[in-house]
């Protein structure tokens, strides 16, 4: 399998060049390879998570090794790696028809993908669909790396020597990740009908078209379930399972845990329901400043002294 050489720019404070400390890499490498994984899987099936071990193309694909490091004491650090080119470890699927239009160049590995990434990040693009809500809260997990020595890191996006195009990570890409996410709408129960237009096996994902022929994506949570989907083929289906929503409130895909014909399904049921509200969240006083609120805020300390007469006189107050 071909690897790809890239270099990462690592800033620090102290400036390590070379004579990167142990417990420092350890901790950007145990940052970057989730990262990585969530990233080229966002990419290719359209999400960035999924319960049991990773395929085995994405195993390869994001199998990125050190290569070297380099640079003079005092100066930014040079991070050589390895990476496979995405064409080779995933040679499979890149032999399909595209699903998604997400799906990296063949000659794209996992640390391009995740430049491309971390660039929407910090646009704060809410509509982006290199991301969902997992792979956001990864990265806003990555303000750990900024609190002590590194300042920045400058990821390559592409091995075009012409286009020497780096996306910069900070701590304003953690701080965008973490905004992003606190605005993304949780996921809600779904019942959706339409016709089955396109199926990837190897990645359990299909697209169905819905009223007027507007199309959405979706991921069948059980493999099992892949060779009824096939049945259905071309045909009308009614699909169950959960919506998963962008930052900005539109549709990035559906979860489907069931799938059935749907041929005499209402046409209620071909149009995908919006992102419930969220709750504001509750108001948190402080100790002793709940006495402070409501009836006594009105009245001092309640119950008083007052008589029959000054309380019908406040409330007609109150009524003005």
Aim: glycine share 8%; charged share 25%; proline share 7%.
């Amino acid at each position: 399998m071909q690897y790809q050489e890239h270099a990462i720019v690592l800033c620090t404070r102290d400036g390590y060049g070379k004579h990167l400390p142990l417990e420092f890499c350890g901790q950007l490498c145990r940052q970057l390879a989730p990262m990585m994984l969530g990233s080229v899987r966002m990419a290719i099936e359209g999400t960035s998570s999924h319960t049991g071990a990773p395929p085995l193309w994405l195993r390869q694909a994001t199998d990125v090794r050190i290569a070297g490091i380099s640079g003079k004491r005092h100066e930014n650090t040079i991070l050589h790696l390895e990476a496979p080119i995405l064409g080779e470890a995933a040679e499979e699927l890149y032999q399909q028809q595209a699903l998604w239009d997400t799906k990296p160049a063949p000659q794209d590995t996992a640390i391009h993908v995740l430049a491309r990434v971390m660039k929407d990040v910090r646009t704060g693009d809410a509509g982006s669909p290199l991301y969902d809500l997992h792979l956001l809260k990864q990265i806003s997990h990555i303000h750990a790396l900024f609190e002590h020595q590194l300042i920045a890191m400058d990821l390559p996006q592409n091995n075009n020597p012409r286009m020497h195009a780096f996306t910069r990570v900070d701590e304003e890409v953690a701080k965008k990740a973490s905004d992003l996410s606190e605005h993304t709408p949780a996921p809600r129960p779904v019942r959706v009908a339409g016709q089955l237009d396109m199926i990837r096996h190897s990645t359990r994902t299909f697209e169905l078209l819905l009223e007027e022929r507007n199309p959405v994506r979706g991921i069948l949570s059980d493999a099992e379930k892949m060779e009824t989907l096939k049945s259905f083929l071309g045909q009308k289906i009614v699909i169950a399972g959960k919506a998963i929503y962008r930052p900005s409130g539109s549709l990035l895909r559906i979860d489907a845990d069931s799938v059935a014909g749907g041929r005499n399904e209402s046409k209620l049921f071909e149009k995908v329901p919006g992102p419930v509200e969220k709750q504001p969240r509750p108001t948190r006083y402080k100790p002793g400043e709940q006495a402070k609120r409501g009836v006594p805020r009105f009245f001092g300390q309640w119950p008083g002294e007052e008589t029959d007469e000054q309380l019908q006189a406040m409330l007609q107050e109150l009524r003005k």
